[in-house]
T-cell receptor, first 114, second 115 residues
Framework: DAGVIQSPRHEVTEMGQEVTLRCKPI?????LFWYRQTMMRGLELLIY????????DSGMPEDRFSAKMPNASFSTLKIQPSEPRDSAVYFC????????????FGQGTRLTVV | GESVGLHLPTLSVQEGDNSIINCAYS??????FIWYKQESGKGPQFIID?????DKRQGQRVTVLLNKTVKHLSLQIAATQPGDSAVYFC??????????????FGKGITLSVRP
């Protein structure tokens, strides 16, 4: 298995633009997590899905952020409109059994909003 | 709210020495803990895990100790090597309803290995 695949690896966009981050979890994993990493706040859980259903989105910073998981092999995290303070590395991770085993992380998407 | 935290932001050790990285957690409902290693430009990688019904677990050159009485977790690395230089995170899995639970990370600590 190729592991968790995220795209793009790097994204530079102007403030106000829409940004879409993509994730393909490991086949057979039924839980998917979106994290944001910054120097100041570390790794923050934004939202997670079990069996394609959003379970907890309490970490989503505001309405500008939205996430979907239309099927077991694909998820998106969208920011609209983007702001400079959204600049961070965004990680997607997947696991089995609702997160009660280790989560496997993708390489991350480094987002820069100018 | 309850959270996972780390005692020290950086740790510098001599190559060949043993390293001990500490982590405090405050959520008594957490029942599963993981240590991750993150190298520059990469996502966190699983090192070792431990469930709350255990107090010690050993892997290859790594040992995790869990003290539920004081809510403390530690990672011990034997014979630290330059390749161990990275940021280390402890994470706790907070018990939720049914199979739902979420993995929450501490801030991270940088391990620097001196040659």
């Amino acid at each position: 298995d190729a592991g968790v695949i995220q795209s793009p690896r790097h994204e530079v966009t102007e403030m106000g633009q829409e940004v879409t981050l993509r994730c393909k979890p490991i086949s057979g994993h039924n839980s998917l997590f979106w994290y944001r990493q910054t120097m100041m706040r570390g790794l923050e859980l934004l939202i997670y899905f079990n069996n394609n259903v959003p379970i907890d989105d309490s970490g989503m910073p505001e309405d500008r952020f939205s996430a979907k998981m239309p099927n077991a092999s694909f998820s998106t995290l969208k920011i609209q409109p983007s702001e400079p303070r959204d600049s961070a590395v965004y990680f997607c991770a997947s696991s089995t059994v609702g997160g009660r085993t280790e989560a496997f992380f993708g390489q991350g998407t480094r987002l820069t909003v100018v | 709210g309850e959270s996972v935290g780390l005692h020290l932001p950086t740790l510098s050790v001599q190559e060949g020495d043993n390293s001990i990285i500490n982590c405090a957690y405050s959520n008594s409902a957490s029942d599963y803990f993981i240590w991750y290693k993150q190298e520059s430009g990469k996502g966190p990688q699983f090192i070792i895990d431990i469930r709350s019904n255990m107090d010690k677990r050993q892997g290859q050159r790594v040992t995790v100790l869990l003290n539920k009485t004081v809510k403390h977790l530690s990672l011990q690395i034997a014979a630290t090597q330059p390749g161990d230089s990275a940021v280390y995170f402890c994470a706790e899995n907070m018990k939720g309803s049914g199979a739902n639970s979420k993995l929450t990370f501490g801030k991270g600590i940088t391990l620097s290995v001196r040659p």
